[in-house]
């Protein structure tokens, strides 16, 4: 269990049988009365973020989270499987449980996955940037480089992202996997 005065940004606590991690964190001491723990906390299960207010004397559930790196196999379907690399247990997890992660996958790429009670409710990838092929756009407009112009693109995955003008069909660029947003250009031979 924990105390109101150990919560910090980060902290990962159970309220309600539900994981929330703390996502931003304020210590208020009143004129008088007892000090307060004003945090914002988001829901590790449904992403929602609320406001929670703790006063010293409450007592804070851990939960029951474990965190393992994992490297993706292969895809079976709607199915993505990956293989612990110590202990070689294969887990699946099917396209709900990936949400946006599954475009980004690559062959041995490394993920973190993050278990509460035995199931998968989070994933993320070890290294924040992926670099992927597009397979298809339209070419940029010449002259329409005045502001920071940018076009669809579609990745080797089918998944759509956008790109500034000067990308072609062909060319390799790097993925942010936090934001699923176009980072740079790559030279790749």
């Given at each position: 269990?924990?105390?109101?005065?150990?919560?910090?940004?980060?902290?990962?606590?159970?309220?309600?049988?539900?994981?929330?991690?703390?996502?931003?964190?304020?210590?208020?001491?009143?004129?008088?009365?007892?000090?307060?723990?004003?945090?914002?906390?988001?829901?590790?299960?449904?992403?929602?973020?609320?406001?929670?207010?703790?006063?010293?004397?409450?007592?804070?559930?851990?939960?029951?989270?474990?965190?393992?790196?994992v490297?993706?196999?292969?895809?079976?379907g709607?199915?993505?499987?990956?293989?612990?690399?110590?202990?070689?247990?294969?887990f699946?997890?099917?396209?709900?449980?990936?949400?946006?992660?599954?475009?980004?996958?690559?062959?041995?790429?490394?993920?973190?996955?993050?278990?509460?009670?035995?199931?998968?409710?989070?994933?993320?990838?070890?290294?924040?940037?992926?670099?992927?092929?597009?397979?298809?756009?339209?070419?940029?407009?010449?002259?329409?480089?005045?502001?920071?112009?940018?076009?669809?693109?579609?990745i080797?995955?089918?998944?759509?992202?956008?790109?500034?003008?000067?990308?072609?069909?062909?060319?390799?660029?790097?993925?942010?996997?936090?934001?699923?947003?176009?980072?740079?250009?790559?030279?790749?031979?």
């Amino acid at each position: 269990m924990y105390t109101a005065s150990d919560l910090r940004k980060g902290l990962k606590i159970e309220l309600d049988g539900y994981p929330y991690e703390v996502t931003e964190y304020n210590f208020v001491k009143p004129g008088k009365g007892q000090a307060m723990y004003k945090c914002r906390i988001k829901n590790l299960l449904t992403q929602t973020t609320q406001d929670r207010t703790f006063r010293e004397v409450d007592s804070i559930g851990k939960p029951d989270l474990e965190q393992r790196n994992v490297r993706f196999s292969y895809e079976d379907g709607q199915h993505y499987v990956f293989t612990d690399p110590k202990t070689y247990e294969e887990f699946s997890l099917n396209a709900k449980d990936l949400g946006e992660a599954r475009y980004f996958l690559t062959d041995d790429i490394e993920v973190s996955l993050l278990f509460h009670n035995g199931a998968v409710i989070g994933v993320e990838f070890v290294k924040p940037f992926v670099e992927k092929q597009i397979v298809e756009t339209e070419p940029g407009v010449r002259g329409d480089t005045a502001t920071n112009v940018t076009k669809p693109a579609k990745i080797d995955s089918g998944h759509e992202i956008r790109v500034p003008l000067f990308i072609s069909q062909g060319d390799w660029v790097r993925i942010d996997t936090r934001t699923g947003e176009y980072a740079e250009r790559v030279a790749r031979r």
